[in-house]
């Protein structure tokens, strides 16, 4: 199994950037394909983007195809999401999931994944 750990969240002026990082402790990090999710204040927790357990295969939510970027360096068990443009709307809780050799795009759905880190906050202010 693997523990995700994120950072890399914080306070940012629209249009800004940011790269959030997540850490995996545990065996076999790149077995695993990793995901990003976000939830906003009483909102449910949606889909961002998806790299297979090679890296080989990316997937996004259509909201941030373009501007969001998934990548990941198994040789440092850590899988990063590159935030550009960022909109005011962009602010959520962002969290990083680990599923074991998941076949086929994806997945979107936060059931899909066993793993999951704590979160880390971004916000983007107007």
């Known amino acids: 199994q693997v523990q995700p750990i994120e950072s890399g969240g914080g306070l940012v002026q629209a249009g800004g950037s940011l790269r959030l990082s997540c850490a995996a402790s545990?065996?076999?990090?790149?077995?695993?394909?990793m995901g990003w999710f976000r939830q906003a204040p009483g909102k449910e927790r949606d889909f961002v983007a998806a790299i297979s357990w090679s890296g080989g295969t990316t997937y996004y939510a259509d909201s941030v195809k373009g501007r969001f970027t998934i990548s990941r360096d198994n040789a440092k068990n850590t899988v990063y999401l590159q935030v550009n443009s960022l909109k005011p709307e962009d602010t959520a809780v962002y969290y990083c999931a680990a599923v074991y050799r998941y076949v086929g795009l994806g997945p979107t759905g936060w059931g899909q994944y066993d793993y999951w880190g704590q979160g880390t906050q971004v916000t983007v202010s107007s």
């Open positions: 545990g065996r076999a990090f790149s077995s695993y394909t």
